[in-house]
């Protein structure tokens, strides 16, 4: 059994940053000539998978685009997951789940399990109930081979207040942010990773546009994390933008469009992800 | 149509604050000798609906224990929520959802929009990327007659850090905690019902056994707001203490109770219910 991290390393290796997210939200299913039920979406994130295989390593599925068909969405997304997997493409859930204790290991069991019907390659983690109450479900995912983005700091104007939060807990160092205190959280996960150069198993979720200083995340605290960086494309950050904005760090973003590369439209999608994945390869040269 | 803060008023004069969790975990199924799969956590919460209905007034299926099946598992969980509702329980789908922008408005279409599969009366919500992010999601769901509860504070020790920490924004008053600063942000929907008496659409959740004023959430934080309060029952907090725990606002809390109800096996969980009920009206007369 090869780590996520290891997978993830030779993904981005071999086929470079971009990460297609599957969004098969309302308007992009009519502009895509789609139905809005659960067979346009499982359709639609068919035709994404087929585009996407061999031009990018890494696909996000937004599970939120499916859970809203409810259990035929669902089993939609079952079989988006399959065919992505079955593709080669390192899958990567977007489900932002997060609870403590038993509840935790059963969305653990959904996402992380290798068998389970909603079987990834990660998971995407919110921490508000303390990242460290992840702690079972980073130690499953890694015991499968498996990995998971903790949500750190994310690029939306409403998120700023809680993510630069200072925790004033008596172990806090001084001036943590409630970002930083996730990062370090999660740190023991990847060991060694943030020494030796390696891609350790569990990532956090960085904005692409999030000032990093103000909300605790430095390099030095990113090191050996897988980092899933959404905000670039539609959203405001260009490929050209993600050496400097991510530093040190750089080789380990995986960084996440949606609507810039769906809004190409069926025909035109393999087209836009192969021009998209380019630029990214381009900024690499630099 | 009803707003949610009325319909769980009325349930909560009727029969009391407890609200009875729907968990079919591993070792609960294994305990009432069903089936480790989809169609006994089906069996499990449809049993549990069957000894809850006239005896309280408010229960809240856990989402991970059905998510963990699978499409299955959520096919299970619509039947669950169906004869929930045609019992005329209060349904609180404890799902924890949270993101932004449309993608927010996906998981309020699955829980929170009439004639979905996964129609609940609520859903809990997860505010990591800023309680503001869910401001469209909480307009959508008093426009449909629905509620929410966000997380503010739990009683999980791993919570504490976070939820405790200092917004050190412009627009924050000094000492604003990030729980605090959570009840702020969605205090708008809840309107005049802080001064009326009634029972606003949205609410927290606070854990019973939290320092509430270590985390910024007294009286005046939470007026309005219905409060759902898990760590009753198996988790620490004893029906007795529920009025001294919550103070001026005592009457507007849903009392979340799950091992200790379910741990009654299927021949006694309505017995049990209809026990531990009682406790909370003992703890009220006094």
């Given at each position: 059994m090869t780590s996520f991290g290891s997978r993830l390393r030779a993904a981005l290796d071999a086929r470079g940053p971009l990460c297609v997210g599957i969004d098969p939200h309302g308007s992009l299913l009519e502009e895509w000539g789609l139905d809005a039920s659960a067979a346009g979406a499982r359709e639609f994130g068919l035709r994404v998978v087929d585009a996407a295989a061999g031009r990018v390593g890494v696909v996000k599925p937004q599970v939120a685009f499916f859970e809203r068909f409810g259990s035929a969405g669902f089993a939609a997304l079952e079989d988006v997951l399959v065919a992505a997997r079955e593709a080669g493409l390192v899958v990567i859930a977007d489900a932002?789940?997060?609870?403590?204790g038993s509840t935790m290991d059963?969305?653990?069991?959904?996402w992380l399990t290798p068998g389970s019907p909603l079987e990834a390659d990660a998971v995407t983690l919110s921490p508000y109930l303390g990242a460290e109450s992840l702690r079972a479900t980073l130690a499953t995912a890694v015991r499968h081979g498996k990995g998971a983005f903790v949500l750190a700091a994310t690029s939306n104007p409403e998120a700023f207040a809680l993510q630069s939060a200072q925790v004033v807990d008596v172990e806090a160092a001084d001036g943590q942010t409630v970002a930083g205190r996730v990062a370090r959280d999660i740190a023991w996960v990847n060991g060694s990773a943030a020494?030796?150069?390696?891609?350790?198993?569990i990532g956090l979720v960085v904005g692409a546009t999030v000032d990093r200083e103000a909300v605790g995340l430095d390099d030095d605290a990113l090191r050996g994390a897988p980092i899933l960086a959404p905000g670039f494309g539609a959203q405001g950050a260009q490929p050209a933008d993600l050496p400097s904005l991510f530093g040190g760090v750089a080789a380990n973003v995986v960084a996440s469009?949606?609507?810039?590369?769906?809004?190409?439209g069926p025909g035109g999608v393999a087209a836009r992800i192969a021009e998209r994945s380019a630029l990214y390869a381009k900024s690499a040269d630099v």
């Open positions: 932002k789940r997060g609870d403590i059963g969305y653990a069991e959904a020494f030796s150069g390696e891609l350790g198993p469009e949606s609507r810039s590369i769906l809004s190409a």
